[in-house]
């Protein structure tokens, strides 16, 4: 009996020694994340506010034209304490003249995490901006709950960024680097997945490669007008004044 029992023990170590084998800790890579706008709703919401007639009427174009979700594709390269965060361009547009910004991918960041400095280039409107400050500091709340997202468990941590915005975060600190997609950021791991549930938008991951980056691969945005968070927002806002409610939404957009 303590034979089988000691039999049974082993077997089980080596199964966990060969599972950890198995487990890889990448400390640079390229992941290729997938928004989705749930653009539906986001017209919807815009309609049921208006009073105007022609936006119920556009709603109901767009919803005749386009599909419900509008998804673009990224990549997250990143290399120890370094990311660079990259939009890639639609091959086409949805049709219909509304068009949200918070729907749009208008920055490309960079984080330089060890130093906590984060360079964006921002496209806003007809302007190109060059964001440079503090890495933004979020107080997320870690949770018990956890997903596989790209093959790697991920646990969920929940925070408000912008006063308002909620978002949902799912991390694995199997990818040891403190980075994500946009500028969302400051978790014990990589961030696989984003969602923000009142704006209908998620990013998550779809796959993540393991290997070596060269230097020449995490190039910091360099073109645009410079300026800081504060400075951007001013900016946004004094251009947007008359925009009423959609200026609010425009200006959390572009501060992502």
């Avoid at 000691?6 to 599972?19: E, F, H, Q």
Wanted: charged share 20%; glycine share 4%; hydrophobic share 40%.
């Amino acid at each position: 009996m303590k034979n089988i029992i000691t039999i049974a023990l082993s077997l089980l170590i080596s199964l966990s020694t060969i599972k950890a084998q198995n487990v890889r800790f990448p400390p640079a890579g390229v992941i290729e994340f997938e928004k989705s706008t749930n653009m539906y709703a986001i017209m919807k919401k815009a309609a049921d506010k208006s009073s105007e007639n022609y936006m119920r009427e556009a709603y109901d174009n767009y919803k005749k034209n386009n599909p419900q979700f509008k998804v673009l594709q990224s990549t997250l390269t990143f290399s120890n304490d370094k990311t660079l965060f990259t939009p890639i361009a639609p091959a086409e547009n949805p049709r219909g003249f509304f068009n949200d910004p918070m729907s749009e991918q208008n920055s490309t960041v960079y984080n330089d995490l060890a130093n906590g400095l984060l360079t964006a280039q921002k496209k806003v409107y007809e302007e190109t901006f060059l964001l440079k400050d503090s890495i933004r500091r979020i107080n997320w709340k870690l949770t018990s709950e956890v997903r596989t997202i790209a093959g790697y468990e991920c646990r969920r941590a929940n925070a408000v960024i912008l006063d308002s915005i909620y978002v949902v975060a799912f991390y694995t600190d199997k990818i040891p680097v403190s980075g994500g997609p946009e500028s969302f950021n400051g978790l014990p791991g990589m961030i696989l997945g984003v969602a923000l549930p009142h704006e209908n938008i998620t990013w998550f991951a779809k796959t993540v490669t393991d290997k070596s980056i060269p230097v020449t691969e995490l190039k910091v945005p360099a073109k645009g007008k410079p300026m800081d968070y504060k400075t951007l927002k001013t900016t946004i806002n004094s251009a947007l004044k008359d925009w009423g409610d959609y200026a609010q939404a425009a200006i959390k957009a572009f501060m992502l």
